[in-house]
């Protein structure tokens, strides 16, 4: 990339640390509200969690269940096949990415210049997928009783933590928890990976556990070995067509490689158990789909790391995709700490969409008006089976989707979001959101975090007022550009103002982590 000058002594110490360190679906049922069935929830009519049971209950059964039981009943022979009638892949109006323009610049030319004689120079931070063996997870719970969201600063032993460099390791705890009750393991540290380039095909190889699995990508707009290029990688292919993401027009010159990464690749969703993944770690695996996604992902950067002829900066890598990708892409920035930029788009339930305001906003509706747990648990074998028994019992969930966003954290993330398609979850996002951004906050990166909602548009449909949110973000975090400004909350373009009481679902302090 381009020179860049060493900070003070003060701006470096921050940044090492931080370095270091590291909310369904297809369902629309209109562009904009109408009425009470189909208007954004205001914030007179969504007035806040009920109160808490005295008695913490079994997800699946309603028995008592206390923080040192196990996880929920394994259901893995029963049918997930349930989708909802109404959520048809056929009405996702998408738009195609335009090709990458402009120059090429290269990362193998950086060149570090000390700005005083002074300035302490920190190591450079491990590259690596996560930091899992760095830290002891305690044992984690599968009910609480709490009808707020969960604190994200608040460890499985029961401490808070203070400082930036313990956010490392809470981090993993939260993924931990995420991989043992919705989403199932992520496999680390397979035996061998291997890339092999031909054309604009790249296709990965992964060996594990004696088996071997194959699967390629399209690389568009590439770099050299010599002078490498940031790229996007975007969920594509399939039904969505043969784009990066749906980003649209945001990418066109912007000086960026595009990979498009087909998951059906890699886990389709029309059968359990399929799919290349699974072809490696059994049928039986509970493991559902997205986390598979996020593996493959990850697979596909270990590769490029090992093939620099395919001419990409593995540095400056960031993720996209929208709608059920949208779940697809958070989980693959969450749980990969490479991804130095995730874009989600339009997520909904499962993604940057909060449970338990969704499932309020149902509960005040009389009618599933978004998603709920148990579709969005059943849809698309996106999870492990057991987690749709927690369908009405959201407020048992040691997590909520805040957490799985603040995962991310310190690195950049851009959420976007489609006002008035109710099915997506218009509120429980966008207070999904504004809670995220208490986490960045904390750890003194406000700039790295944009919560953008935007009605009047199809689903997965950029519109161009979302435009340059993308671009700023490319540009500042991939290209590395100066004098660009990021870090908000913008919803002033929904045609119904949602209204974000914080003591209604927030009762912890934001810490300023040192």
Not at 203 to 215: E, L, P, Q, R
Request: proline letters at 5%; hydrophobic letters at 35%.
């Amino acid at each position: 990339m381009k020179t860049r000058k060493m900070l003070a002594v003060s701006a470096i110490a921050v940044l090492g640390l931080f370095s270091a360190n590291g909310c369904s679906d297809d369902k629309s049922n209109g562009l904009g509200p109408e009425g009470d069935v189909n208007g954004v929830v205001s914030s007179e009519s969504l007035l806040g969690p009920e109160s808490s049971e005295s008695v913490l209950q079994d997800p699946v059964g309603g028995e008592a269940l206390s923080s040192e039981q196990e996880e929920v009943p394994n259901l893995e022979g029963e049918s997930s096949s349930s989708v909802n009638p109404e959520s048809s892949v056929s009405e996702l109006p998408l738009s195609s990415a335009d090709s990458a323009e402009s120059e090429v610049l290269s990362s193998s030319s950086e060149v570090a210049e000390i700005s005083s004689s002074s300035a302490i120079v920190e190591a450079a931070p491990a590259f690596k997928e996560d930091y899992r063996d760095e830290c002891s997870i305690s044992e984690i719970p599968t009910s609480v009783n709490n009808a707020k969201l969960p604190d994200p600063f608040t460890t499985l032993a029961g401490t808070r933590i203070s400082s930036k460099d313990e956010w490392k390791c809470r981090r993993e705890e939260i993924g931990a928890m995420y991989e043992k009750i919705m989403y199932g393991d992520k496999p680390r540290n397979p035996e061998k990976v291997e890339g092999k380039l031909a054309g604009s095909t790249f296709t990965v190889t992964v060996t594990d556990k004696g088996k071997s699995a194959s699967f390629a990508v399209t690389i568009n707009g590439a770099g050299t070995k010599d002078n490498p290029k940031p790229a996007m990688i975007g969920f594509g292919g399939g039904f969505m067509g043969n784009t990066c993401g749906s980003l649209g027009g945001s990418l066109s010159g912007l000086d960026i490689a595009q990979i498009i990464f087909n998951p059906d690749n890699v886990a389709p969703e029309s059968q359990r158990g399929s799919g290349k993944f699974y072809d490696i770690y059994g049928s039986n695996a509970s493991t559902g789909t997205i986390m598979a996604w996020a593996w493959g992902v990850s697979r596909l950067i270990d590769a490029l790391e090992k093939t620099p002829e395919a001419g990409i900066d593995v540095k400056h890598l960031g993720i996209t995709g929208c709608s059920r990708w949208g779940k697809g892409s958070l989980a693959v920035g969450a749980f990969d700490t490479r991804i130095a930029l995730t874009i989600p788009q339009e997520s909904g339930s499962g993604g940057a969409s909060l449970w338990r305001v969704g499932a309020q906003v149902n509960k005040q509706k009389g009618k599933q008006f978004v998603q709920g747990l148990n579709s969005a648990g059943s849809e698309g074998n996106w999870m492990k089976t057991t987690f749709k028994n927690y369908d009405g019992k959201e407020n048992t969930l040691p997590f909520d989707q805040h957490m799985l966003v603040a995962m991310v954290a310190p690195r950049p993330l851009l959420i976007i979001d489609n006002a008035g398609q109710e099915w997506l979850g218009e509120v429980p996002s966008n207070y999904c959101g504004q809670a995220s951004k208490e986490v960045f906050d904390a750890l003194g990166v406000s700039e790295n975090y944009t919560y953008s909602q935007e009605g009047g548009h199809a689903h997965c449909s950029l519109p161009n007022g979302q435009f340059d949110e993308v671009k700023d973000f490319i540009n500042k975090f991939l290209l590395e550009k100066d004098g660009i400004k990021t870090g908000k909350i913008d919803y002033t373009k929904n045609s119904e103002q949602i209204k974000w009481n914080k003591s209604d679902w927030i009762d912890w302090t934001t810490p300023t982590l040192r």
